[in-house]
């Protein structure tokens, strides 16, 4: 690998140089090899790093689980900014000293976001329309499930962001939570006639 970077750092082949790091550092964070090939390669390469975009990822790299990893892998690809670096350099490295360290985090948060999920679904449904009202007033059944699903990705998102400090996905929970409620109560009242 220090071949081939060493030859895009004098080709200055930027895209290369970076597709190269971002393959060193996520095998080798942590070595002492790779830090002094990485920081190398951008004290050799011009232009190397671009503006910072500001998508958040988490808090601390500690917060960090193994799809918001993938996600940031990815995004450097696109953005090949210092921050990003620094915050994959930080993560890789966490994953060098303990690999299980996000791939455990990440079970855990899904079983409690599937425990929410559970939690919903076990809740008692609310009363069926009367019989006696008009079928053409009968709210569709597809939209109360539709509606309860909403409310379960909702309490999902907000439990997960109580696991994560995120107060936006704490906010998006809540907020598709309450859209969920809407549209499953809108489901269940009674058009009037006006």
């Known amino acids: 690998m220090k071949k081939k970077l ?26 002492t090899a790779t830090i002094e090939d990485v920081t190398e390669a951008i004290a050799n390469t011009p232009g190397i790093f671009e503006p910072d975009d500001g998508k958040f990822y988490a808090e601390r790299p500690e917060d960090m689980t193994e799809t918001l990893i993938e996600t940031l892998r990815a995004d450097l690809d696109r953005n090949f900014s210092l921050e990003k670096v620094r915050l994959y350099t930080e993560v890789e490295s966490i994953k060098a000293r303990d690999p299980r360290y996000f791939r455990d985090r990440e079970k855990q948060m899904r079983a409690m976001a599937e425990e929410a999920g559970e939690a919903l679904a076990a809740a008692p449904e609310p009363a069926e329309p009367s019989d006696q009202a008009d079928p053409a007033e009968r709210p569709a059944p597809a939209a109360r499930v539709i509606g309860y699903v909403i409310m379960a990705l909702g309490a999902a998102a907000a439990i997960t962001a109580l696991c994560v400090p995120v107060k936006f996905l704490l906010g998006l929970g809540i907020g598709i939570f309450l859209l969920g409620t809407a549209v499953t109560y809108m489901t269940l009242v009674k058009p009037t006639a006006g």
Request: aromatic letters at 0%; hydrophobic letters at 50%.
């Open 6 to 31: 060493k030859a895009a750092v004098e080709a200055a082949d930027v895209p290369q140089v970076r597709s190269i790091l971002v393959d060193i550092i996520g095998h080798g964070a942590g070595d």
